[in-house]
């Protein structure tokens, strides 16, 4: 028994079959139950191990469909449209998946309808196993109105009202229900009898691609393996090209005969359909696994599914067939993403903005590209504008300057004193004023030292308008 504590109470939250036997049920308080069976074992309940099973359950499910839905707190929804055929038939793919689930210690029912609501119910609470199509209401008709998974309060005074079976709900007229109960009510028994189809949300997005391989015995060898992924990308790659789009993702699933599953993924950082060039992703990622892959008593199912796409225009070839662009830098930050995981390899992007706290900031290098904005350039024969890297957040300075609003004269950092020997500006910025309201204008100057070391510093405050004692600071250097 798995006991939770409610209302300072600890009562029992799932029985077995043989409790139910014995007449126990879920809710019943523990000291109850062990009144009626003093030898009764309980353990405390864990939602969060529960949660994990079944997430663990529905990444097995996928090797029948990529469309599998969690219905929590103990149910998986699979929409397996289009699918059935592969697997022998409704009846047949119902009987795998439930014996799947029986070699590994789990028990199961499942039913097969034309509504993922009909379908949850007559698993639950009903006999029928496959429901042939438009036959939901039939088959429905006959459970209990608890298969509507309604609040307590709802069930109860549908009970008191002598409506106990979906059958005595089906031919009432809506308004009446929807009037009493609200709308919730008559939308979930149109979704249960049929009326109304309602798709489920999958835990994973379907892909822009999908290709798979299925073997009729399970294969371990690895140049097996390597050799059916290779041939996967291949598939895959062909059909971008047919539909103009290379790919920026790319994940593979290797599905154990035992039910274990792992996933194994690899990003681009442009559009790609080189199948040459994703083998050596994939070999990188997999050379650096701290948990290699272990094929167990075999794959009996390898997928390669494509979950980011994006138009890709035919790539320019020269004529002595060297293809234009930057594709070997990016080839090797693919590489090394692959290699060093997308959180250690970044890149710099330019922000729409005049602030040059926020002008750039850093992503992930194979992370999709932002709206482009241009980097700020110097013309031609000018010294930089701005410092590569600012610091953060910018150093106090102690300055000497002749006039209030002009450049310093000479200023101390770090207890050296530097001389100015030339100066430029001011670059007057205000802070962004729907992001910081209080922040004061900065008067941003460009100078050089004795030594020939150039500084930009900045005053923070207008003179007299906004502050009579302007602090300073240096916010970079330049090479």
């Not at 592969?86 to 689930?101: D, H, I, K, M, T």
Request: hydrophobic share 45%; aromatic share 6%.
């Amino acid at each position: 028994m798995l006991t939770q504590s409610i209302k300072s109470a600890l009562r029992l939250s799932a029985v077995s079959r043989e409790a139910l036997a014995l007449g126990l049920t879920t809710g019943m308080t523990l000291a109850d139950a062990r009144a009626r069976i003093p030898g009764l074992m309980a353990v405390e309940h864990e939602p969060a191990e529960d949660a994990a099973l079944l997430g663990r359950m529905a990444e097995a499910c996928e090797r029948w469909t990529p469309l599998v839905a969690l219905a929590s707190p103990d149910g998986l929804l699979l929409d397996v449209t289009g699918c059935t055929h592969l697997f022998g038939g409704e009846a047949a793919l119902r009987e795998r998946v439930v014996a799947a689930f029986r070699r590994g210690g789990v028990s199961t029912r499942g039913a097969l309808a034309g509504t993922p609501e009909a379908a949850r119910a007559l698993a639950r609470f009903g006999e029928a196993r496959v429901v042939a199509p438009g036959r939901e209401e039939e088959a429905v008709r006959p459970l209990p109105v608890a298969a509507l998974r309604l609040p307590e309060a709802d069930r109860a005074a549908l009970s008191l009202a002598g409506l106990k079976r979906i059958a005595d709900l089906a031919d009432l007229p809506s308004q009446p229900l929807a009037a009493r109960f609200g709308e919730g009510l008559p939308r979930a028994l149109r979704r249960l009898l049929g009326r109304e189809d309602a798709r489920i949300t999958p835990l994973r997005p379907p892909p822009a691609c999908c290709v798979e391989e299925r073997f009729t015995e399970p294969v371990t060898q690895q140049h097996v393996i390597e050799s059916t992924l290779r041939h996967l990308i291949e598939q895959a790659a062909s059909i971008l090209d047919k539909a103009g789009h290379g790919g920026r993702a790319f994940e593979s699933s290797f599905f154990r005969a035992d039910g274990e599953m792992r996933r194994i993924a690899v990003e681009t950082g442009r559009p790609s359909r080189d199948a040459a060039a994703i083998l050596r992703l994939f070999h990188e990622r997999l050379d650096t696994l701290a948990d290699p892959l272990d094929p167990g008593y075999g794959f009996d199912l390898i997928r390669l599914a494509v979950p980011v796409a994006e138009p890709l225009a035919p790539v320019q070839v020269c004529l002595d067939g060297e293809i234009l662009g930057d594709a070997e830098v990016s080839d090797l930050v693919d590489r090394l993403v692959a290699r060093f995981g997308p959180a250690r390899v970044l890149r710099f992007t330019p922000v729409d903005t005049h602030d040059p706290v926020r002008a750039a900031r850093v992503l992930p290098a194979s992370a999709p590209s932002p709206p482009p904005v241009a980097w700020p350039l110097a013309e031609p024969g000018d010294p930089p504008l701005r410092p590569l890297q600012l610091f953060e957040p910018a150093q106090p300075i102690e300055t000497l300057a002749e006039v209030p609003d002009g450049p310093p004269i000479h200023f101390r950092w770090r207890h050296v004193l530097h001389r100015v020997v030339w100066a430029e500006g001011p670059e007057r910025i205000s802070a962004e004023w729907w992001r910081w309201r209080e922040a004061p204008t900065r008067d941003y100057f460009r100078v050089e030292d004795e030594e020939g070391r150039r500084f930009w510093l900045f005053r923070a405050g207008l003179y007299g308008s906004e502050t009579d004692v302007p602090r300073w600071y240096l916010h970079g250097l330049f090479a």
